[in-house]
């Protein structure tokens, strides 16, 4: 079983519409929850980091953790075009251990 | 303003020869890291390195090298052992307990 899975989609929605991505994992060590958003041939940019579980709210943006289920989401209201990215999620143990990332989801929203 | 710079933003490598690709950050983070993205591959972690002369090979290390001479520069040199070395190449920077900052990253191919 891969550490973390993340449906590569793509996921296309209208203008509008609330966007759900998600990731699994596996190991129950993981404390450090984060979402990438990383538009085509740039660098990913950190959208959202929470620790243990819980919602994270900022602007359109809920991140939500659930360690008993291993689930992480990521939450996006009235999604606008300029939300088209691969959002990638990522979880750490802590310290200076490395993240590990799911493999991205693409998701194209229509004007 | 604080950040990651890489350079160049392309290049291309002919067959047999070494390359050399810079990371440069003004953070003042500890950690760096060289990551390597294919598409459909996420992100694979070559290098990392938590602190100045010190450094971790990832899970794909092979063909490559790394320096980390002073705190704000993070080299990745691809070797002419690397076979496939076509790909985007994306450096990052953290500190403790926090997600990562990338860069804007470095195209690579081979001609």
């Known amino acids: 079983q891969k550490e973390v899975e993340q449906d590569p989609g793509p996921l296309s929605v209208p203008e509008g519409a609330i966007v759900s991505l998600n990731c699994t994992y596996s190991n129950s060590a993981f404390q450090y929850f984060m979402w990438y958003r990383q538009y085509s041939r740039k660098g990913p940019e950190l959208l959202m980091y929470t620790y243990s579980s819980g919602n994270k709210e900022d602007g359109r943006f809920t991140a939500q953790v659930d360690k008993s289920s291993k689930y992480i989401s990521l939450f996006i209201r009235d999604s606008q075009p300029s939300d088209s990215a691969t959002y990638l999620c990522a979880i750490r143990n802590s310290g200076y251990s490395t993240l590990t990332f799911g493999k991205g989801t693409m998701l194209l929203v229509s004007p | 303003d604080g950040g990651i710079t890489q350079s160049p933003k392309y290049l291309f490598r002919k067959e047999g020869q070494n390359v050399t690709l810079s990371c440069e950050q003004n953070?003042?983070?500890?950690?760096m890291y060289w990551y390597r993205q294919d598409p459909g591959q996420g992100l694979r972690l070559i290098y990392y390195s938590q602190i100045v002369n010190d450094f971790q090979k990832g899970d794909i290390a092979e063909g490559y090298s790394v320096s980390r001479e002073k705190k704000e520069s993070f080299p990745l040199t691809v070797t002419s052992a690397q076979k496939n070395p076509t790909a985007f190449y994306l450096c990052?920077?953290?500190?403790?307990?926090?997600?990562?900052?990338f860069g804007s990253g470095t195209r690579l191919t081979v001609v």
């Open positions: 990052a920077s953290s500190r403790e307990d926090y997600g990562y900052t």
């Open positions: 953070l003042n983070h500890d950690a």
